[in-house]
């Protein structure tokens, strides 16, 4: 799964745009919306049959939920982290489903990034791994929505970008 997009054609600003993952397609989510409505629609019949009408409502219920889910689920996959840095600043750009704009700047002649915890923490635990980018006492994490292995592959393209504007 990609979710860095590097920017080629940028070679004094690198640059790289993350989003979060869906896995299902609007297309694949209008075809499984129609097979789950047909599904309900023909065992709500069955019960209908044997008198236990009110069960189709429910049914008609159920459905309307699993759609607002989806579509709440894909509003939020709307949400970008545009990164940049120069020989002098690292700026993270985080734009909100709303399309709000929040703007993190840390100096990035001594900026480090790391993972934290360092290792990726177990199944079991509820602990979330985060990326960090720090310097002189500030700090900003990157990548919140991404799932851990995401950013274990994160983290070296961030060091390479970081890199080639602190020579």
Partial sequence: MTTAEPDHNSRETPRLTLWPHRSLSPRAFKIMMMVLGGMMLSMGLVFFLIGAWP???????EIAVLWM????NYKAAKRRENLSATSTTFRIERVSPEGQT?????PSP???ARLEPNT???D???VQQKLIVSSHGKQAEVGSFLHASEKQDLLPEIEDMLKRVQR
């Fill in 55 to 61: 069960v189709i409502g429910f049914m008609g219920l």
């Fill in 110 to 112: 001594w900026l480090k």
């Fill in 102 to 106: 929040e703007v993190d700047e840390l």
């Fill in 124 to 126: 079991n635990l509820r």
């Fill in 120 to 122: 990726p923490p177990e």
């Fill in 69 to 72: 889910a989806f579509k709440l």
